[in-house]
Nanobody
Framework: QVLLVESGGGLVQAGGSLRLSCAAS????????MGWFRQAPGKEREFVGG????????YYADSVKGRFTISRDNAKNTVYLQMNSLKPEDTAVYYC?????????????????WGQGTQVTVSS
């Protein structure tokens, strides 16, 4: 079992930045690839990006590439999502998720554990 707790969401103006954190407890964090997803009202949950178990590989959705950065600190059992140049269309509940595969996968169904989500609202 892995417990994931996101933090760092909030209200920000367009063009601003936020950093989300996802703290993990339970099974060995470093064995999991980690993903960030988001879900806007009335829309399906979508892949934002992910990071491999070692942190060596990261992948991003085209919509956030160049603006968002994912990193992890396995010593702290934490993964981060740095969001810059935020746009109103980035408004959503953001979730972190853990995948027991070592590689990053974009499919919602691939992930074994999910956090409760944190709201990010970007005003225009």
């Amino acid at each position: 079992q892995v417990l994931l707790v996101e933090s760092g969401g909030g209200l920000v103006q367009a063009g601003g930045s936020l950093r989300l954190s996802c703290a993990a407890s339970g099974r060995t964090f470093s064995r999991f690839a980690m993903g960030w997803f988001r879900q806007a009202p009335g829309k399906e949950r979508e892949f934002v990006g992910g990071i491999s178990w070692s942190g060596a590989d990261t992948y991003y959705a085209d919509s956030v590439k160049g603006r968002f950065t994912i990193s992890r600190d396995n010593a702290k059992n934490t993964v981060y999502l740095q969001m810059n140049s935020l746009k109103p269309e980035d408004t959503a509940v953001y979730y972190c998720a853990a995948d027991s595969a070592f590689i990053v996968r974009a499919e919602v169904g691939a992930y074994d554990y999910w956090g409760q989500g944190t709201q990010v609202t970007v005003s225009s």
